[in-house]
């Protein structure tokens, strides 16, 4: 599976953005899929995960409550909504997939990786 991030860009703290991935290849429905987050001079960090029926989420503590990740398997998409943005929420953002039931929160655990969006938050 291949996947695209998509949909970053400049917004202003408080308001909201929402991140998309496209991805190719059949087995995409029957697999996990994640966003992670890394700024410079940090390790990638987990921000959502979602199981391939869409029945089971995770969030990171620091988005929950904030932050929705979706899929459409018809399309071949993963969505990531973002409200309530601050500033420490900047960095690129990666959608990833991996196989499986079990929601891991782990960067080690994905094997498919897309080419990050960067968010910029802006005081």
């Known amino acids: 599976v291949q996947l695209q991030a998509s949909g970053g860009g400049l917004v202003q703290a408080g308001g909201s953005m929402r991140l998309s991935c496209a991805a190719s290849?059949?087995?995409?429905?029957?697999?996990?899929v994640a966003w992670f987050r890394q700024t410079p001079g940090k390790e990638r960090e987990f921000v959502a995960a979602l199981t391939w029926d869409g029945r089971r989420r995770g969030y990171a503590d620091s988005v929950k409550g904030r932050f929705t990740i979706s899929r459409d398997n018809a399309e071949n998409s993963v969505h990531l909504q973002m409200s309530s943005l601050k500033r420490e929420d900047t960095a690129v953002y990666y959608c990833?997939?991996?196989?499986?039931?079990?929601?891991?929160?782990?960067?080690?655990?994905?094997?498919?990786w897309g080419q990050g969006t960067l968010v910029t938050v802006s005081s």
């Open positions: 990833a997939g991996r196989e499986g039931s079990v929601l891991q929160s782990s960067s080690d655990e994905y094997f498919s």
């Open positions: 290849g059949r087995a995409f429905s029957s697999y996990i």
